[in-house]
Nanobody, 115 residues
Framework: QVQLVEPGGGLVQPGGSLRLSCAAS????????MRWYRQAPGKQREWVAA???????NYATSVKGRFTISRDNAKNTVSLQINSLKPEDTAVYYC?????????WGQGTQVTVSS
């Protein structure tokens, strides 16, 4: 079965950096696009970044230039490098993929940006 597991996350000071990772299993990872979403307290879940199986990336305007999504098809992992963290980046971050017709989500990892 498809599984997405996200260790990592944590408390980071404003201006700091953090790298999130997501380990995937149960499907042919290299042919599926992977995405990161986040959900801040009291807000709807929002899309953050995406990467195709070939490595083409796309970002939400709000994070472009600070976030970098990448993948390692040999290790079945997708990562999100977050730089210049801001308090408004505080959220639960989720990795996601769609193995048609089902959307799969990781359990989420908390990122808190605070001094």
């Amino acid at each position: 079965q498809v599984q997405l597991v996200e260790p990592g996350g944590g408390l980071v000071q404003p201006g700091g950096s953090l790298r999130l990772s997501c380990a995937a299993s149960g499907f042919i990872f290299k042919i599926y696009a992977m995405r990161w979403y986040r959900q801040a307290p009291g807000k709807q879940r929002e899309w953050v970044a995406a990467i195709t199986g070939e490595g083409k990336t796309n970002y939400a305007t709000s994070v472009k230039g600070r976030f970098t999504i990448s993948r390692d098809n040999a290790k079945n992992t997708v990562s999100l490098q977050i730089n210049s963290l801001k308090p408004e980046d505080t959220a639960v971050y989720y990795c996601q993929t769609t193995v048609y017709p089902v959307d799969y989500w990781g359990q989420g990892t908390q990122v808190t940006v605070s001094s």
